[in-house]
């Protein structure tokens, strides 16, 4: 993959505003506000991590809530279900490039099964500066069976194109009801309208495959409302879609399950432009939840920190007051 010009970047900036309203929105928020990620997880986990310098990406079919894809799936087919939905979306469309639609559709339809069994996701959330002494409580509840957690804050760079040859999308996921969802999808396709010359102007191939991914990112990106407590975006990897990416895989078992994991690598590459990735640039800090134990989890973590790397290590380790019963 070559590296992204300025033309090139300045076309997907505005493609993004275009056909991924929400997840740019997001995306420019963050940035304006300086905004952190945290990654919720066992203390055993976050050990790990960091010792092996790597984040593990699970298939979707694995992860808790089963209905990872499902969900955004039903969504997507209860709006293009109603015949005036499609049909307004359709249209929008082939007012670019007769047929683009429908061969759009097609080839998600057609992808459906390698988009449910093999997308591989690791999850994180949005950090607030309130919550860098004790973390979010209802997160820690998550992990209410583990005497140990821990919340690794990091930091990461949302310009567009960064990174792009890892092979990996973060997105923000949307908590939409059933009305937001179209409303959204509705102004899709307005933005389509107001922008005909524009989208004409980049070619019906990029066109054809930005709208599949658009689809794609839709059902991959979209959890029941009920969840939006959690404020996740989402690390995305389909290895049949990134086929140059620099995400190695491995068969490992997980509470008993054989299943094939991807891993990111924590670690800078020069020759694939992959920067900010070292724990050293990457993590903010580490804050270790309510446990019985925080001074030996305080000095663990400090030791495996001090050994990748990270200077200043034992100042980057805070240990959470809330008072959660372990």
């Known amino acids: 993959m070559a590296q992204l010009t300025a033309e090139e970047l300045a076309k997907i900036e505005r493609l993004n505003g275009i ?8 995306r420019k928020e963050m940035i304006a506000r300086k905004g952190r990620f945290v990654h919720y997880t066992s203390a055993e986990n976050a050990l790990n991590i960091i010792r092996h310098r790597c984040l593990w990406m699970r298939n979707t079919v694995c992860m808790s809530d089963y209905r990872e894809v499902l969900h955004g799936l039903d969504a997507l087919r209860r709006f293009f279900g ?10 929008a469309l082939n007012e670019c490039f007769q047929g683009v639609a429908d061969e759009a559709i097609t080839q998600f339809d057609q992808s459906l099964q390698a988009n449910h069994l093999g997308t591989y996701i ?3 959330s949005e950090h607030d500066d309130r919550e860098d002494a004790h973390g979010r409580l209802s997160m820690w509840r998550a992990f ?11 930091k990461l760079d949302l310009a567009l194109g960064k990174n792009a040859k890892l092979g990996a999308e973060l997105s923000p996921v949307a908590y939409f009801t059933e ?26 191939p990029w066109l054809l495959t930005t709208v599949r991914l658009m689809l794609i990112s839709a059902m991959v990106g979209l959890k029941h409302e009920g969840f939006h407590e959690e404020r996740e975006w989402r690390i995305i990897h389909a290895p049949w879609r ?3 990416a620099h995400i190695p895989s491995s068969i490992e078992t997980v509470g008993g399950v054989p299943q094939r994991i991807f891993k990111i690598p924590l670690q800078n590459d020069a020759e694939a432009r992959l920067t900010g990735l070292d724990p050293n640039e990457l993590l903010d800090r580490i804050i270790i939840g309510p446990t019985q134990y925080p001074f030996a989890m305080y000095e663990a973590f400090a030791t495996a920190l001090t050994e990748v790397g990270v200077v200043d290590a034992a100042k980057r380790i805070v240990i959470s007051q809330i008072p959660v019963r372990t």
């Open 19 to 26: 056909l991924f309203p929400y997840a740019d929105r997001r």
């Open 82 to 91: 109603r015949d005036a939905n499609r049909a307004a979306f359709t249209d």
């Open 122 to 124: 690791a999850s994180i």
């Open 144 to 154: 209410g069976n583990s005497t140990a957690r821990v919340a690794m804050v990091i």
């Open 179 to 204: 009305q937001e969802f179209a409303d959204e999808v509705n102004a899709v396709i307005a933005n389509i309208r107001n922008n005909r010359e524009f989208l004409q102007s980049i070619g019906r």
């Open 242 to 244: 990134h086929t140059e």
